[in-house]
């Protein structure tokens, strides 16, 4: 970025955050302190009080920030683990309205990847777009073979303007960082990083179709998820052609009312989807907002979900992932201490931790949603006092488990909409039960079998030699620890031989040297 193109835009950002009374960010840097006395003595500024909350401020703020900004809001809502609790709940009211841009502009990009024009590819293009977003905007249009599907095209110079703010967003995450305390412990500059991986992961149409494909694959043949099907021919990396598909919006209620859906149904089946994705395919959808989430209602008492927009997905380790299931388990089973020796066991928390403080403390902050249903539970008030509890006994926070704390916080807002008299706990605990059954249970013992087995088979015939190769290399390496046990007893041997050798001369020549003495002594 150039440097007076950088100046105008900090002097922008700056000029917003003061219109929402965020001053104190802007002039909490030293060498801007003497302005700040100026900018206060100001008569605009005489006798003016912000009222509004600081969480609203900052909210604001980023929406007229733009994209990029909103975007980064979104992702700061789920770390709740270093926000404060005021302005974490409001940046989950961020959204995604953003104008559309020009369809000239569209139809450009389109021929610019195509090679072609826009009409020798689509029989029929929609000049209006379905939807529009931060990244991309969406257009409906039809193949010449008759297929309905849509075009999700990035905004044109998106990936320059991304990284343009996020340059400055460093920037500010640094001087936050050295001249602000608070800031120290937010860790601002490793946030930044973690918001910059994942928006240019979302500038990637064909890591977003692959997604896609992956998630299409995982639930094929399933009436609880539908995936629309990728065509690969007609998809490049800024922009991707995918089936239309035809549903209700997950946030629609009055429409899925209409339809007389099983809203009780559809709640657990958004439970078990998403335990699915995460336990099972370990590859989940990790942006599950309304807006990406419909409903087919051709079935009402056993709807199915429709999932768009695989920019972002969450994958765990084996460890986190087996971890996680154990908590979710223990937790479940109410036990608090196996929780607690969980999370020193991962090395979560630190080894010296006390069990049983630990344990304390989470039975403290789970005993009393138990059997409460979802319209009673907060799952952000859940998770934000398990983090402050966390934080006492100094956890580490864990960058892999954000993308699955967002989600979740998510699944609370479908199912706070679809059916509030959900109980959760219930509607999970048998999955995982199963799912820990299939792990480590007499189920896991057969699946390995049936795993290994094929191997087994084709490496048997080798068996023999295998068994040869290895009592031969057992000999030899036999063979070899007694030569070398030998060496070492011969070498002993000869250090002693050397050492009684050493005694010898040394009292032979103190004898001599006595002698010398008492023969000069004499003479």
Not at 17 to 25: K, N, S, V
Request: proline share 6%.
């Amino acid at each position: 970025m150039k440097p007076f193109t950088r100046i105008l835009r900090l002097w922008t950002i700056n000029r917003v955050f003061i219109r929402h009374g965020l001053d104190e960010l802007v002039f909490n840097i030293p060498f801007l302190r003497p302005i700040a006395f100026i900018y206060h003595l100001s008569p605009w500024n005489w006798g003016k009080q912000e009222t509004r909350p600081r969480g609203e401020r900052i909210r604001r703020a980023l929406e007229d920030l733009g994209p990029i900004f909103i975007k980064f809001g979104q992702m700061l809502s789920t770390r709740r683990d270093l926000l404060p609790d005021d302005i974490a709940a409001e940046l989950t009211r961020l959204q995604d309205r953003v104008p559309p841009f020009s369809s000239i502009e569209a139809r450009k990009m389109i021929e610019k990847a195509y090679g072609k024009s826009v009409t020798e590819v689509f029989q029929r293009f929609e000049t209006d777009p379905m939807a529009s977003a931060s990244i991309a905007q969406v257009h409906a249009a039809q193949l010449w073979d008759g297929k309905e599907v849509v075009v999700k095209v990035l905004r044109p110079g998106i990936e320059k303007t991304i990284s343009q703010d996020v340059e400055l967003m460093y920037m500010m995450a640094g001087l936050l960082q050295r001249y602000w305390k608070e800031a120290r412990r937010l860790r601002p500059v490793e946030v930044v990083a973690e918001y910059e991986k994942t928006i240019f992961d979302e500038l990637d149409l064909m890591r977003e179709a692959a997604n896609a494909s992956q998630i299409r694959r995982n639930f094929e043949g399933s009436t609880t998820l539908y995936v629309p099907e990728i065509y690969w021919d007609y998809t490049h990396p800024n922009v991707m052609v995918m089936e239309r598909i035809y549903g209700i919006p997950v946030g629609d209620i009055d429409q899925l009312k209409a339809h007389h859906i099983n809203f009780k149904r559809l709640g657990e089946l958004g439970v078990e989807v998403f335990f699915t994705q995460v336990f099972r395919h370990n590859f989940f959808h990790a942006d599950m907002h309304p807006g990406n989430i419909f409903v087919n209602a051709a079935n009402p008492n056993e709807p199915q979900y429709i999932a768009v927009d695989f920019g972002i997905v969450g994958t765990l380790s084996p460890a986190d992932k087996r971890y996680l299931a154990e908590n979710f388990y223990a937790f479940f089973q109410r036990d608090y201490k196996r929780v607690a020796e969980l999370h020193v066991e991962s090395g979560w928390v630190p080894p010296t931790t006390r069990v049983d403080e630990f344990e304390s403390a989470i039975r403290s902050v789970c005993e009393p949603i138990f059997n409460l249903p979802i319209k009673d539970i907060s799952f952000g008030q859940f998770l934000l006092r398990l983090f402050q509890t966390a934080r006492r006994f100094n956890m580490e926070v864990q960058p892999q488990l954000v993308l699955l704390q967002k989600t979740l916080l998510n699944i609370e807002g479908l199912g706070r909409q679809l059916y509030p008299d959900l109980d959760l706990w219930s509607t999970a605990k048998p999955f995982i039960e199963r799912w820990m059954d299939e792990q480590v249970g007499v189920r896991a013992l057969f699946n390995g079998v049936k795993v290994n087995l094929p191997k087994l088979l084709e490496n048997l015939p080798y068996m023999p030699n295998m068994l040869h190769d290895i009592m031969q290399q057992t000999t030899q390496h036999k063979l070899k620890m007694q030569w070398e046990s030998q060496q070492l007893e011969d070498l002993r041997k000869e250090i002693r031989r050397s050492q009684r050798l050493n005694q010898t001369l040394i009292i032979t020549g103190i004898l001599v040297f006595i002698a010398v003495q008492v023969f000069n002594a004499y003479h």
